[in-house]
Antibody, heavy 115, light 110 residues
Framework: EVQLVESGGGSVQPGGSLRLSCAVSGFTFSGYWMHWARQAPGKGLVWVSRIKTDGSNTTYAESVKGRFTISRDNAKDTLYLQMNSLRAEDTAVYYC????????WGQGVLVTVSS | QSALTQPASVSGSPGQSITISCTGTSSDVGTYNLVSWYQQHPGKAPKLMVYEVTKRPSGVSNRFSGSKSGNTASLTISGLQAEDEADYYCCSYAGSGTWVFGGGTKLTVL
C-alpha cells in the first residue's frame, strides 16, 4: 500500500523557519519525481515545488522561490521541504505528493505562521 | 502562474449530470494534455479522478469523465450520487517544470 506521511509542521513566527519531512512506503521512492502542494485554510490547492528522482532538478512556484528548498534522501525514502523567511501567507496544510499525475497524496501537515 | 479558472459552485440532483469547467491559457491547458482532476472531501486529502485529460485511474467510477477544447478542460459527472458532494480541482502542467491548480469548485448534490 502506498503511504506518504508528512511531519514537522507547527507554529512559527514570521521570518522563521521550518523543515517538513515526508516518509514514504509502498513504492520505490527513488523511481518517482515528487511534489509539495499546499492549501491555506478554507482555500484551494496550490502547487509549491517538484524534485527529480535523484534530486538533480528542482522547480518552484514563484511565491516560494528563493525561500523554500525541496530535497530528498532516497536512502531514507524521505522527501523534505525547508521553509525559510516564512510569511503569514504561507500558513497552510502542506501535502507531499507522488508524481505521475499527482496520484498519491499524504494526509497533510499544518504550518501556521503568526506572531 | 495564475490559477486556472473554475466556477465556485455547481449543483445537481441525484441521477443528473453536471459539468465543471476549467479555463486556462495557451501556456498551460491549451498546450499540454496534462490536465488532471481531483476530488476532495472535507478534512481529507485530494483524490485523483482523471489524468491526461480523459484517463481514469483504476478504481475510479466511469461516471467521471474528462475532456478538453482549446484552453478549457471539463469534468463531467453523470448519475450524480450523494457521495459525489465534494470540492473538485483541476490541475495542468504549465511548462518549465511547474504546475497550476484551479481555484476549486464546490459540488452540491441537492
Amino acid at each position: 500500500e502506498v503511504q506518504l506521511v508528512e511531519s514537522g509542521g507547527g507554529s512559527v513566527q514570521p521570518g522563521g523557519s521550518l523543515r517538513l519531512s515526508c516518509a514514504v512506503s509502498g513504492f520505490t521512492f527513488s523511481g518517482y519525481w515528487m511534489h509539495w502542494a499546499r492549501q491555506a485554510p478554507g482555500k484551494g490547492l496550490v502547487w509549491v515545488s517538484r524534485i527529480k528522482t535523484d534530486g538533480s532538478n528542482t522547480t518552484y512556484a514563484e511565491s516560494v522561490k528563493g525561500r523554500f528548498t525541496i530535497s530528498r534522501d532516497n536512502a531514507k525514502d524521505t522527501l523534505y521541504l525547508q521553509m525559510n523567511s516564512l510569511r503569514a501567507e504561507d500558513t497552510a496544510v502542506y501535502y507531499c505528493v507522488r508524481d505521475d499525475y499527482l496520484s498519491y497524496w499524504g494526509q497533510g501537515v499544518l504550518v501556521t505562521v503568526s506572531s | 502562474q495564475s490559477a486556472l479558472t473554475q466556477p465556485a459552485s455547481v449543483s445537481g440532483s441525484p441521477g443528473q449530470s453536471i459539468t465543471i469547467s476549467c479555463t486556462g491559457t495557451s501556456s498551460d491547458v491549451g498546450t499540454y494534455n496534462l490536465v488532471s482532476w481531483y476530488q476532495q472531501h472535507p478534512g481529507k486529502a485530494p483524490k485523483l479522478m482523471v489524468y491526461e485529460v480523459t484517463k481514469r485511474p483504476s478504481g475510479v467510477s466511469n461516471r467521471f469523465s474528462g475532456s478538453k477544447s482549446g484552453n478549457t478542460a471539463s469534468l463531467t459527472i453523470s448519475g450524480l450520487q450523494a457521495e459525489d458532494e465534494a470540492d473538485y480541482y483541476c490541475c495542468s502542467y504549465a511548462g518549465s517544470g511547474t504546475w497550476v491548480f484551479g481555484g476549486g469548485t464546490k459540488l452540491t448534490v441537492l
